[in-house]
């Protein structure tokens, strides 16, 4: 039995998806990967993956292209002929959605993994969308949902029904590979904070750098580092001059990317994300949590459900320096016993709230016995 897992990367595919992915394997199903290829592509064909090179653009709302994004997926549907349709990300929840109508009897699974900046304010971009997602969720079969905000907007302006929706903790965490470290410091004056995104503004990333500049007056030897790629050809991206001026400076280190979080973040004692994106939730502060990791991050949608106020971390107001520097401040003043207690309760919350097995287990019961 054929099933299709689809998104805009194979990155993510492989680094969010990928023990989803080994599940269905495991129970005998053939895998087709449909994504652009990229360095992950032969990772994901090693482990018995059947991959298709997708051409998309991602952050482009160019009539042609999206057009031959919908021919090919028809294409390539009409030729695996699948069972299940897995979509993440954006343009195939909407794309991949239409292009499977020409396939008769197969289930179509999209997960909406947050709105992203289309949805950060009015626009005409935003009314757009809203069309888009109405017109192309109508034959879903489920939608999962990975915050109740998002659910709710999509429920109110009628894009998807009741019946249709499902809700999960994210893409939640691997809590066998994420676990409690003792490599982080304890001394206030020594303390490492680590912001971990995609570079582009929405992300926080220059309030973050802002907030350290402030902090590292008071607190000179605070650690204030940042990992995560450059994000081309996306207005909103950071640009590689203005975060190496950030390090020449002394104010944040910049440690390039990683495809090894789970080692990096073992030396942190706080993980901070200040965005103020649509989120669906975080998988960076998922990482962090189950890792035992202080939290700081806003009050936005997404972000606020992976940390307890005051207990496991902080909640910062969305755009707001002065709230992020206090936040950073409450951390740095806390004692050696506060500070070990709020990483005992991140590491509980994980457990409780954001296992991966829970998420995997929905994509399980989706399948017809």
Same mark, same amino acid.
């Given at each position: 039995?054929?099933?299709?897992?689809?998104?805009?990367?194979?990155?993510?595919?492989?680094?969010?998806?990928?023990?989803?992915?080994?599940?269905?394997?495991?129970?005998?199903?053939?895998?087709?990967?449909?994504?652009?290829?990229?360095?992950?592509?032969?990772?994901?064909?090693?482990?018995?993956?059947?991959?298709?090179?997708?051409?998309?653009?991602?952050?482009?709302?160019?009539?042609?292209?999206?057009?031959?994004?919908?021919?090919?997926?028809?294409?390539?549907?009409?030729?695996?002929?699948?069972?299940?349709?897995?979509?993440?990300?954006?343009?195939?929840?909407?794309?991949?959605?239409?292009?499977?109508?020409?396939?008769?009897?197969?289930? /179509?699974? !999209? *997960?909406? &993994? #947050?709105?992203?900046?289309?949805? +950060?304010? $009015?626009?005409?971009?935003?009314?757009?969308? @809203?069309?888009?997602?109405?017109?192309?969720?109508?034959?879903?079969?489920?939608?999962?949902?990975?915050?109740?905000?998002?659910?709710?907007?999509?429920?109110?302006?009628?894009?998807?029904?009741?019946?249709?929706?499902?809700?999960?903790?994210?893409?939640?965490?691997?809590?066998?590979?994420?676990?409690?470290?003792?490599?982080?410091?304890?001394?206030?004056?020594?303390?490492?904070?680590?912001?971990?995104?995609?570079?582009?503004?929405?992300?926080?990333?220059?309030?973050?750098?802002?907030?350290?500049?402030?902090?590292?007056?008071?607190?000179?030897?605070?650690?204030?580092?940042?990992?995560?790629?450059? /994000?081309? !050809? *996306?207005? &909103? #991206?950071?640009?590689?001059?203005? +975060?190496? $001026?950030?390090?020449?400076?002394?104010?944040? @280190?910049?440690?390039?990317?990683?495809?090894?979080?789970?080692?990096?973040?073992?030396?942190?004692?706080?993980?901070?994300?200040?965005?103020?994106?649509?989120?669906?939730?975080?998988?960076?502060?998922?990482?962090?949590?189950?890792?035992?990791?202080?939290?700081?991050?806003?009050?936005?949608?997404?972000?606020?459900?992976?940390?307890?106020?005051?207990?496991?971390?902080?909640?910062?107001?969305?755009?707001?320096?002065?709230?992020?520097?206090?936040?950073?401040?409450?951390?740095?003043?806390?004692?050696?016993?506060?500070?070990?207690?709020?990483?005992?309760?991140?590491?509980?919350?994980?457990?409780?709230?954001?296992?991966?097995?829970?998420?995997?287990?929905?994509?399980?019961?989706?399948?017809?016995?």
């Amino acid at each position: 039995m054929n099933v299709i897992f689809s998104a805009n990367t194979t990155w993510y595919l492989y680094n969010f998806r990928i023990n989803t992915i080994k599940k269905f394997l495991s129970l005998g199903f053939h895998v087709h990967i449909v994504a652009p290829d990229d360095k992950y592509t032969w990772l994901l064909q090693k482990i018995g993956c059947k991959c298709h090179n997708l051409f998309i653009r991602s952050n482009s709302l160019d009539p042609f292209s999206d057009a031959v994004t919908i021919f090919n997926l028809a294409v390539l549907y009409a030729k695996i002929k699948p069972s299940y349709i897995y979509n993440f990300t954006p343009k195939l929840n909407i794309y991949g959605a239409i292009s499977a109508r020409i396939v008769k009897k197969t289930k /179509v699974i !999209n *997960n909406i &993994a #947050g709105l992203g900046t289309g949805f +950060v304010q $009015n626009s005409i971009k935003q009314s757009l969308l @809203k069309i888009m997602y109405r017109i192309s969720q109508k034959r879903v079969n489920t939608i999962f949902f990975q915050n109740d905000e998002d659910m709710e907007l999509f429920l109110s302006e009628h894009i998807v029904s009741e019946k249709q929706c499902e809700r999960i903790p994210g893409s939640g965490v691997d809590l066998s590979r994420f676990t409690v470290s003792e490599d982080s410091t304890l001394k206030s004056e020594d303390l490492k904070f680590l912001l971990v995104a995609r570079l582009i503004e929405h992300k926080g990333i220059e309030l973050y750098a802002s907030a350290a500049n402030i902090v590292k007056k008071k607190w000179p030897k605070v650690h204030f580092d940042l990992l995560g790629p450059f /994000v081309k !050809n *996306n207005p &909103a #991206g950071i640009s590689e001059t203005k +975060v190496a $001026n950030w390090d020449a400076d002394g104010i944040i @280190k910049y440690l390039g990317e990683s495809d090894d979080v789970h080692n990096v973040i073992k030396g942190y004692d706080c993980i901070v994300l200040p965005s103020f994106y649509r989120e669906g939730v975080p998988k960076s502060l998922l990482e962090a949590a189950a890792s035992g990791k202080i939290i700081i991050t806003t009050d936005n949608v997404g972000c606020r459900e992976t940390v307890i106020h005051g207990i496991s971390g902080y909640l910062c107001e969305p755009r707001s320096l002065s709230s992020l520097v206090d936040a950073i401040m409450m951390v740095v003043n806390l004692s050696d016993e506060q500070r070990n207690e709020m990483k005992k309760r991140a590491r509980i919350h994980a457990e409780e709230k954001f296992d991966e097995s829970i998420v995997i287990n929905k994509y399980i019961e989706t399948i017809d016995v």
